[in-house]
C-alpha cells in the first residue's frame, strides 16, 4: 500500500540555522514526490516536487529536497531557516504507473518552529 | 487568475442540515479534488473529478455527493449533516500535461461545524 511517513510531530530551529523536515514513502514504481506548506488558516501551498531527473530539486522560498531512492526519502531542506518559515509542511506521493488514476497519499504533516 | 476559489469560509450546521461548499478554478485545470483536513491525520480524498462530467470517490465518501458539470466548478453536497463531518474542507485542482499529473492548487478551505 502506498504511504508516507514524516516521522517528527514538531521541529524546532534557530533562526538562520539550517534546518531538515524528514520524509520518507513507499509506492509502487517510481515515485511522484511533493512538499506543500500550510500557513495558519490557509490551504496548502506547493513548494516543489521531484518527478524525474535531478535527485536534488530546488522550489519556492529557498527550499530544496533531495530524493533519494535507496532509502526512499525526499527530505526537505533549507540551509537558513527565516521565523517567517514556521508553519506545517506536508510531504506526499503519487505513483508513475501508467493505466487509471494514481491517487496522492499525504502525510500527516510536520510543523516547523523557527525561533528568532 | 483567482486559482481556486472556495465559498463559504464559515459555516456552522445543526444535525440533519444539508448544505453545499462551492469550489471554482480559473486555471482551466482537468482533475478537481475534495479533501477535508481532521487534526492531526493529514488530508483525506473525499472525492476527485478527472474532468466534466467524471467524478470517482476518494478515501472517505460516505455522507458526501459532488457533480461536475463544468470544468471550472466542482461542488461538495452534505445531504445529513453529522458531527463527524466538522472539519475543514479544502479543494483543489491540478492540471494534465501530456501524461503527466502536476502539483495541486488548493483553496482557502471551508471550516464546518456541525452541532
Known amino acids: 500500500a502506498q504511504s508516507v511517513a514524516q516521522p517528527e510531530d514538531q521541529v524546532n530551529v534557530a533562526e538562520g540555522n539550517p534546518l531538515t523536515v524528514k520524509c520518507t514513502y513507499s509506492v509502487s514504481g517510481n515515485p511522484y514526490l511533493f512538499w506543500y506548506v500550510q500557513y495558519p488558516n490557509r490551504g496548502l501551498q506547493f513548494l516543489l516536487k521531484y518527478i524525474t531527473g535531478d535527485n536534488l530539486v530546488k522550489g519556492s522560498y529557498g527550499f530544496e529536497a533531495e530524493f533519494n531512492k535507496s532509502q526512499t526519502s525526499f527530505h526537505l531542506k533549507k540551509p537558513s531557516a527565516l521565523v517567517s518559515d514556521s508553519a506545517l509542511y506536508f510531504c506526499?506521493?503519487?505513483?508513475?504507473?501508467?493505466?487509471?488514476?494514481?491517487?496522492?497519499?499525504f502525510g500527516i504533516g510536520t510543523k516547523l518552529q523557527v525561533i528568532p | 487568475n483567482a486559482g481556486v476559489t472556495q465559498t463559504p469560509k464559515f459555516r456552522i450546521l445543526k444535525i440533519g442540515q444539508s448544505m453545499t461548499l462551492q469550489c471554482a478554478q480559473d486555471?482551466?485545470?482537468?482533475?478537481m479534488y475534495w479533501y477535508r483536513q481532521d487534526p492531526g491525520m493529514g488530508l483525506k480524498l473525499i472525492y476527485y473529478?478527472?474532468?466534466?462530467?467524471?467524478?470517482d470517490k476518494g478515501e472517505v465518501p460516505n455522507g458526501y455527493n459532488v457533480s461536475r458539470s463544468t470544468t471550472e466548478d466542482f461542488p461538495l453536497r452534505l445531504e445529513l449533516a453529522a458531527p463527524s463531518q466538522t472539519s475543514v474542507y479544502f479543494c483543489?485542482?491540478?492540471?494534465?500535461?501530456?501524461?503527466?499529473?502536476?502539483?495541486?492548487?488548493f483553496g482557502p478551505g471551508t471550516r464546518l461545524t456541525v452541532t
Open positions: 483543489a485542482s491540478s492540471y494534465l500535461k501530456g501524461l503527466i499529473r502536476g502539483e495541486q492548487y
Open positions: 486555471m482551466n485545470h482537468n482533475y
Open positions: 473529478s478527472v474532468g466534466a462530467g467524471i467524478t
Open positions: 506526499a506521493v503519487r505513483g508513475s504507473n501508467s493505466g487509471g488514476y494514481q491517487k496522492v497519499t
